[in-house]
């Protein structure tokens, strides 16, 4: 059994640019859902994907989007982004059902984004 | 607002000893509460979940409890090694819908010394 792995695990990048994260879920699960964690926080809740569809949004604005493919992996894309962008980016996976276990999450190992 | 309080912020304790970490919510409907684990530059892990119905939970040195009535919960750690040296994150998971209303805690960050 695969956990969920996520890349890159670090990246620098410059305002105004683009970024792409991606991540694969664990195996068995098919649903996806992506984090913000600035430094000394919480995780901050960005959107869910479930059936390669946006189930859920946190509070972020549009330039933060995502994809989820058939095979249930998933892509984080931000645009134009802004230095309180800089932040460690969670992937976690979970299967879809409406039991407590179907609420734990496996995270991956993040991907830290540097934007100066 | 569903919220998620937790204290302290941060904690230093020496190797050996024993050390409780405070959760406060203010989640509505509430399904489950989950403790995470979450070394520094990693992705949290879970230590344990508990449901309205469970008080006590144990996970080795990790014992969680629960009470729903005041909705509040803890983790406490026995004999600290310092591995446990990380940030302990309390995360409320909220009843209905098929989106997963997740709120998740700013964690708690131990220091273990030796």
């Known amino acids: 059994e695969t956990g969920v792995t996520q890349s890159p695990t670090h990246l620098i990048k410059t305002r105004g640019q683009q970024v792409t994260l991606r991540c694969s879920s664990q195996?068995?699960?098919?649903?996806v859902s992506w984090y913000q964690q600035a430094l000394g926080q919480g995780p901050q809740f960005i959107f869910q994907?479930?059936?390669?569809?946006e189930n859920g949004r946190g509070n972020f604005p549009p330039r933060f989007s995502g994809l989820q493919f058939p095979n249930y992996s998933s892509e984080l894309n931000v645009n134009a982004l802004e230095l309180d962008d800089s932040a460690l980016y969670l992937c976690?996976?979970?299967?879809w059902g409406t039991g407590a276990g179907a609420n734990v999450l496996t995270f991956g190992a993040g991907s830290r984004l540097t934007v100066l | 607002k569903n919220q998620v309080e937790q204290s302290p912020q941060s904690l230093i304790i020496l190797e050996g000893k024993n050390c409780t970490l405070q959760?406060?919510?203010?989640?509505?409907?509430?399904?489950?509460l989950r403790w995470y684990k979450q070394d520094t530059g990693r992705g949290p892990v879970s230590l344990t979940i508990?449901?309205?119905?469970?008080n006590t939970k144990s996970n080795g040195r990790y014992t969680a409890t629960l009470d729903a009535d005041t909705k509040q919960s803890s983790l406490h750690i026995t004999a600290s090694q310092l591995s446990d040296s990380a940030s302990y994150i309390c995360?409320?998971?909220?009843?209905?819908?098929?989106?997963?209303?997740?709120?998740f805690g700013s964690g708690t960050r131990l220091q273990v010394q030796p």
């Open positions: 976690a996976s979970s299967p």
């Open positions: 959760c406060n919510y203010t989640v509505s409907p509430f399904s489950n």
């Open positions: 508990m449901t309205f119905s469970e």
């Open positions: 995360v409320v998971s909220a009843r209905g819908g098929g989106r997963r209303a997740l709120t």
């Open positions: 195996s068995g699960h098919n649903t």
């Open positions: 994907y479930y059936r390669e569809e």
